[in-house]
């Protein structure tokens, strides 16, 4: 008890703890930024045909089933929307129906992450998936 009482009174102590907290906040704050700079790239996100976001198809499927599926149906094999499984489109024509509709479909039925991952899990079924 009476060492740290001793250690809080050196003159030392008192004149580079303020600075030597500042860095130390610094670097964390540091830290902190380039910890989540380096999570960008382990995003669910990539580039396909150049403009094309890819988000998580697995959280994508669950979209499809309760946004899509009413119409494409369950397993994309079709219904009143023309069948998804195996159709020879590519991925921009995907993108166009969601974000613009087509007919009965109606526009936007999702966007941003959501669209993004719906168009993973569309990519997944496609016929065109293999052809590159
Ligand atoms: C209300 C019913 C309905 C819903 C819900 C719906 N669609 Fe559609 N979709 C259609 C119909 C009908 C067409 C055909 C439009 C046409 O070409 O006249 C279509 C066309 C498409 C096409 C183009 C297929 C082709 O071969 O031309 C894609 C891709 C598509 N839909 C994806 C989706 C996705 C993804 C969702 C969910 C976000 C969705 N649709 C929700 C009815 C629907």
């Not at 009482?5 to 907290?21: M, T, V």
């Not at 087509?102 to 941003?112: D, F, H, Q, T």
Request: some cysteine; proline content about 7%; glycine content about 12%.
């Amino acid at each position: 008890m009476a060492e740290r009482g001793a250690w809080k009174h050196r003159s030392l102590g008192r004149n580079i703890g303020p600075p030597l907290l500042l860095f130390a906040g610094l670097s964390a704050a540091v830290f902190t930024l380039a910890k989540l700079r380096l999570a960008e790239p382990a995003a669910p996100s990539a580039a396909v045909g150049g403009q094309i976001v890819l988000g998580d198809a697995y959280r994508g499927e669950t979209i499809f089933l309760q946004t899509c599926a009413t119409c494409h149906g369950p397993n994309a094999t079709g219904g009143a929307g023309p069948r998804l499984r195996d159709a020879r489109i590519p991925l921009t024509l995907v993108r166009d129906r969601i974000e613009n509709g087509k007919g009965i479909m109606p526009p936007n039925l999702v966007s941003g992450q959501q669209e993004a991952d719906v168009l993973a899990y569309v990519a997944t079924l496609l016929e065109s998936k293999n052809a590159g």
